[in-house]
């Protein structure tokens, strides 16, 4: 006999509920599967990582051929299969995580997505920065062959305000100066944005390009790409 589920089978159960300096920021299971909510907003989920891998895989192919070790810091740690596939690829030398809500750090430490992260998390090329991204990139000295950023759903969907600081002109500029010559800006994003390609050109990159992967409900999640010139 076949197993009948009940309407209520897939609803979602609340597995931790924080209020942090950003607001507040969820932990769910619906099924099988997780979900991280800020601020009421639906962030992301652990049921289809493609477009979260692409974001590394997409940065790394883009680097000059023969780029020696390079560094890649990563925006926003999510359910971290940007982080997984990072660590999964021996050529990334250095790997940083950019994750500014301790809830999702802890979450992946020592909760229900260490299963995803773990591995990744004890890598000793991995370290996780926990701080917010907009003011690390306009603060910090260091420099890296690659930025994966994905911390909104998108440059024209911000889970917070101040998120869209990332998006603006004076944004871009703090990720084209933390980027080597050569270097590599790869945005995550949920729908394609005409107008935030053009930001990127108008902010120095060159190589501008979306690259799509298909999801279930229809409109493609994005990945735009960007190149620091030498």
């Known amino acids: 006999m076949p197993l009948i589920l009940g309407p209520d089978a897939l609803a ?3 597995l931790d509920r924080r209020e942090g300096p950003y607001g507040e920021v969820v932990l769910r299971r619906r099924g099988e599967d997780f979900e991280i909510i800020a601020n009421g907003c ?32 990563i ?20 790997i940083a995580v950019a994750e500014r809500e301790q809830a999702i750090v802890d979450w992946h430490l020592d909760g229900p997505l260490a299963g995803i992260s773990g591995a990744a998390l004890a890598d000793p090329r991995t370290a996780v920065l926990t701080t917010d991204l907009v003011a690390y990139l306009r603060t910090t000295t260091d420099r890296y062959d690659a930025l994966c950023l994905d911390i ?24 084209h100066a933390r980027l080597t010559p050569g270097g590599v800006l ?7 944005s005409a107008e935030f390609e053009q930001a990127l050109r108008n902010a120095g990159f060159h190589g501008v390009r979306t690259e799509e992967v298909g999801v279930a409900r229809g409109v493609p999640d994005v990945v735009h790409l960007a190149i620091r010139a030498d």
Do not use: H
């Not at 940065?59 to 051929?65: D, G, I, T, V």
């Not at 790869?186 to 394609?192: D, F, Y």
């Open 12 to 14: 979602p159960v609340t």
């Open 42 to 73: 639906f962030l992301m989920d652990t049921s289809d990582g493609r477009s979260e891998r692409l974001l590394i895989d997409a940065a790394l192919a883009a680097l000059p051929a023969g780029r020696p070790a390079p560094a890649v810091l």
């Open 75 to 94: 925006g926003g740690l999510g359910v971290g299969f940007s982080l997984a596939r990072a660590a999964a690829e021996p050529r990334w030398g250095r």
């Open 152 to 175: 909104d759903n998108g440059p024209d969907w911000t889970v917070t305000e101040d998120n869209g600081n990332l998006y603006s002109p004076a944004g871009l500029a703090d990720c």
């Open 186 to 192: 790869a945005v995550w994003s949920a729908q394609p």
